[in-house]
């Protein structure tokens, strides 16, 4: 009943790495989400998708890449790591559906780019 | 176009009396509006949703909202505070007819002096 978790929960990478972070939700709800958390600018949405195969860009989505092969994964993986994309990660999931737009979130990964 | 607003980025109330925080949004259908708590390097746990039913909205932990839509708030109330309510929270509001996507405030961190 672990509802949703992501991994590595901290990772340090280099620059120009490429990074893999994971999202995995035992709800099978529709929708899931990745969000940027950084200081000064809130939570950010970087893709999204709302179905198995189907996913659209958010608001800062350069540098990052996105699947969804499964309903129950969405992993979202940086190319080519910079230092810009030092942040606290986010993945969440909703149910969808009319006015039940709620989301659930995982714990986060904290990744640095050195 | 859909937008939300946390009057107040800093919080600071005494343990045992009253939190308001402030919330404004702006959208051009009903929205479905959200306050999230986030806890020292935790992920977001929803606290409580309005969704065009009953106007005061009762969440977890003794808070509550109230739907105001001649004034376009959505405050977040709670008639003590405790220790353990120190957090960030955010307002958050479904964007209309996009399929699940959220636009978050800003934040408004609540601190709790004893």
């Known amino acids: 009943d672990a509802g949703i978790t992501q991994s590595p929960r901290y990772k340090i990478t280099e620059t120009g790495r490429q990074v893999t972070l994971m999202c995995h939700q035992t709800?099978?709800?529709?929708?899931m989400f990745w969000y940027r958390q950084d200081l000064g600018h809130g939570l950010r949405l970087i893709y999204y998708s709302a179905a198995a195969d189907i996913t659209d860009k958010g608001e800062v989505p350069d540098g990052y890449v996105v699947s969804r092969s499964k309903t129950e994964n969405f992993p979202l993986t940086l190319e080519s790591a910079t230092r810009s994309q030092t942040s606290v990660y986010f993945c969440a999931s909703s149910g969808g559906g009319a006015y039940s737009y709620e989301q659930y979130f995982g714990p986060g990964t904290r990744l640095t780019v050195t | 176009a859909q937008s939300v607003t946390q009057l107040d980025s800093h919080v600071s109330v005494s343990e045992g009396t009253p939190v308001l925080l402030r919330c404004n949004y702006s959208?051009?259908?009903?929205?479905?509006l959200f306050w999230y708590v986030q806890h020292p390097n935790k992920g977001l746990q929803l606290l409580l949703k309005?969704?065009?039913?009953?106007?005061l909205v009762k969440g977890i932990n003794g808070f509550e909202a109230e739907f105001k839509k001649s004034e376009t708030s959505f405050h977040l109330t709670k008639p003590s505070a405790h220790m353990s309510d120190a957090a960030e929270y955010f307002c958050v509001v479904s964007r209309d007819n996009q399929g699940g996507k959220l636009i978050f405030g800003q934040g408004t961190e609540l601190s709790v002096k004893p």
């Open positions: 309005y969704t065009s039913a009953a106007t």
């Open positions: 709800w099978s709800h529709s929708y």
């Open positions: 959208s051009s259908y009903s929205p479905s």
